[in-house]
């Protein structure tokens, strides 16, 4: 908990100096408009096939609803180039199974942020079949290309507890989030530790590390316990409203990096 409060407060503060150092101006697409822009789009993708349980499920939904309204990420979001950020909340499992649960909105401070995160705490549990993260990317990269925001930065955050098994290879679909500037961020769930079921990946973190992720400053934060959780999504988030990447010399144990290993087949589930 101490190390996440750490990094935490650490990334906050770079955010304030990026402020401070952002140029006057900069170039503005076709059909710019300054009331659409944000520091971030952000697309929180999230896991509900059926090796996520009930009590799994819930620990995810709460832990992204204290996240969003939770102190640190309200004063990442408020210190930024714009003072807000646009974010969509989608559930995914197996292919052709993406469920929209809070559609793109505003977050500009607590009461924005208390009204997206009731649309999240609301929405009724649900629980498809296969795990589809090559869908997921591809359903996540068409709500960005289709948004109203400009976004300093666009992000996927795709949280996990196994590989992609279903819809094709995942790397295409990295790839091409990645040819439009977006990057995919990972949150490997490991709370089941040394579990045998078919679904079960010892490695997901190297999986996700290797397959899934992408972009400038793309990182993963592996969760191995569901009481570590809510810190580790708190984390996460205030790292991407900041558009930083976790410092190893804070994060070591926490943030994953993929050095020093095999690289993981990234189609063998497929």
């Known amino acids: 908990m101490r190390r996440v409060q750490q990094v935490t407060k650490t990334a906050i503060a770079a955010v304030a100096a990026a402020v401070i150092a952002l140029p006057a101006s900069a170039a503005s697409p076709v059909n710019y408009d300054p009331a659409a822009e944000v520091d971030v789009e952000l697309i929180l993708a999230v896991d509900i096939s059926q090796s996520m349980d009930d009590d799994e499920q819930t620990i995810q939904r709460k832990g992204y609803v204290s996240a969003l309204t939770s102190p640190e990420v309200l004063e990442a979001i408020r210190i930024g180039p714009t003072g807000r950020i646009a974010v969509a909340y989608v559930e995914w499992g197996g292919d052709g199974e ?130 570590s959780f809510a810190d580790a999504i708190r984390m996460k988030l205030v790292l991407e409203v900041a558009g930083l990447s976790p410092n190893p010399a804070n994060g070591r144990d926490t943030v994953m990096f993929a050095k020093g290993r095999r690289m993981v087949p990234c189609d063998l589930f497929n």
């Open 98 to 227: 993406q469920y929209i649960v809070a559609d793109w909105q505003i977050i500009d401070g607590p009461d924005t942020a208390a009204v997206f995160a009731s649309k999240v705490a609301e929405a009724p549990l649900r629980q498809v079949q296969r795990t589809s993260i090559t869908s997921a990317l591809s359903f996540s990269v068409a709500m960005i290309d289709d948004n109203q925001y400009f976004g300093l930065r666009r992000v996927i955050d795709m949280s996990g507890d196994g590989p992609n098994n279903q819809g094709g290879q995942v790397t295409q679909a990295r790839d091409l989030a990645l040819t439009k500037g977006i990057t995919i961020n990972g949150l490997p769930l490991m709370m089941k530790g040394t579990g045998t079921g078919w679904y079960h990946m010892p490695n997901l973190d190297h999986y996700y590390e290797d397959c899934v992720i992408g972009g400038p400053g793309a990182f993963t934060i592996p969760v191995h316990s569901k009481d």
